[in-house]
């Protein structure tokens, strides 16, 4: 998607941004009106417009780089005498970006890429802490208010990429972590009309609200399965027990000490188990 992007990258283009977000969700089995940032959280992917920006960066110093007889700087040099030119967007891009610390665009070389692709990366991280962050957009409760207590940066999570979980199990933790299962209420009557108030989403089995938290440590429709998987959370702190429910549920899906296949089992069967009895409420 990025190619060429040293030319045309400066500027977002929101349809790039419109694939990388599916290819995400695809993958890790979302659905289309889950939350783009939890997808591209649990990814661990930058932003289209920074990998841009990196770009656009390379071409720049390697064309700072090139001797005066070469073809690409005798256009470059011809190009920059325009007002409005290829070279005068990327200086301007340059100030924007206030990495005066690390180089400026007359001293621009290879050697300052890595240090100006760190500084860049931090950047576009920040900004997605600060997107996971702001309800101005949702007044009402954000679907990101379980995800954003247990995920602080923007690093791929195991469960998606470093161990080879089967999709279903990859589907389940996705939208569980990300709040967008239609099977929690919190979530599922947020789309129903009338607007449901949040303090009558409850639970089918027990008229708790039926949050994320409820579903995965509190319900006791589901106690044997938590039994067991707070068993394994004990396994690697002893305090576990002793844990508030909001506690366990930030320790349960941000440990990285129980192979996120063991979790994601867990609350695959959870899923399924609330499935099974609600289907078989609705025939009767
Ligand atoms: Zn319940």
């Not at 040293?6 to 993958?27: D, P, T, Y």
């Not at 889950?34 to 064309?63: H, I, Y």
């Not at 949050?211 to 589901?222: G, K, N, R």
Request: aromatic share 10%.
């Amino acid at each position: 998607m990025s190619y060429g992007a040293g030319i045309w990258g400066m500027v977002e283009h929101k349809k790039l941004n419109s694939v990388q977000n599916r290819a995400c969700k695809l993958f890790l089995g979302l659905k289309r009106n889950s939350p783009n940032l939890a997808a591209r959280g649990d990814m661990g992917w930058t932003s289209c417009l920074t990998k841009q920006r990196v770009e656009v960066l390379r071409l720049f110093c390697r064309l700072k780089c090139l001797s005066n007889d070469r073809l690409p700087v005798m256009i470059s040099n011809w190009s920059s005498r325009r007002s409005k030119s290829w070279e005068k967007s990327v200086e301007a891009m340059i100030r924007n970006l206030n990495v005066s610390h690390i180089c400026n665009v007359d001293n621009i070389s290879k050697s300052h890429m890595n240090p100006l692709k760190r500084h860049l990366f931090q950047i576009d991280e920040s900004k997605w802490f600060q997107d996971l962050w702001n309800d101005d957009k949702n007044p009402n409760g954000n679907k990101l208010r379980t995800y954003r207590l247990f995920k602080k940066d923007l690093k791929p999570e195991p469960y998606a990429l470093s161990h080879f979980l089967p999709r279903h199990l990859r589907k389940a933790t996705a939208l569980l972590r990300s709040g967008s299962s239609d099977l929690i209420m919190i979530e599922k009557l947020r789309y129903s009309h009338p607007p449901t108030p949040l303090n009558c989403r409850t639970c089918p089995f027990c008229l708790e609200i039926e949050t994320e938290t409820h579903f995965l440590v509190e319900c006791d429709m589901y106690s044997d399965i938590h039994f067991e998987l707070f068993q394994e959370m004990h396994k690697t702190d002893n305090n576990f027990y002793n844990l508030s429910p909001k506690e366990k549920i930030i320790m349960i899906l941000s440990s990285d000490l129980v192979n996120p296949k063991t979790i994601s089992s867990y609350i695959y069967e959870m899923f399924s188990r609330r499935n099974y009895y609600m289907s078989y409420n609705y025939r009767t």
